[in-house]
Nanobody
Framework: QVQLVESGGGLVQPGGSLRLSCAAS????????GSWHRQGPGKQRELVAS???????NYADSVKGRFTISRDNAKNTMYLQMNSLKPEDTAVYYC?????????WGQGTQVTVSS
């Protein structure tokens, strides 16, 4: 069983930055495809960014150039650096780690962008 613990959310002003972390622990850790998703108020959950074991990345058009996904395989931790935040980035952010056919989700962390 794999457990994911997210951290780093909070309240930030427009134009500010936050870094989210997603630490994995437990048995069954290995090569995984990681991703960050978010669900804003009244919206469906959407994919924000993904990263392969080798470090190839993909981003939603709405965050390209502002967000950066990365990983530290030695620490089993994945990150999402969010810069130039906008009010429309307000959402609960979830990390997802896909180990083979098994997907695990973090508990979610609230990001609020407001002045």
């Amino acid at each position: 069983q794999v457990q994911l613990v997210e951290s780093g959310g909070g309240l930030v002003q427009p134009g500010g930055s936050l870094r989210l972390s997603c630490a994995a622990s437990g048995s069954g850790l290995g090569i995984d495809v990681g991703s960050w998703h978010r669900q804003g108020p009244g919206k469906q959950r959407e994919l924000v960014a993904s990263i392969t074991p080798g470090g190839n990345t993909n981003y939603a058009d709405s965050v390209k150039g502002r967000f950066t996904i990365s990983r530290d395989n030695a620490k089993n931790t994945m990150y999402l650096q969010m810069n130039s935040l906008k009010p429309e980035d307000t959402a609960v952010y979830y990390c997802k780690r896909l180990y083979g056919s098994r997907a695990y989700w973090g508990q979610g962390t609230q990001v609020t962008v407001s002045s």
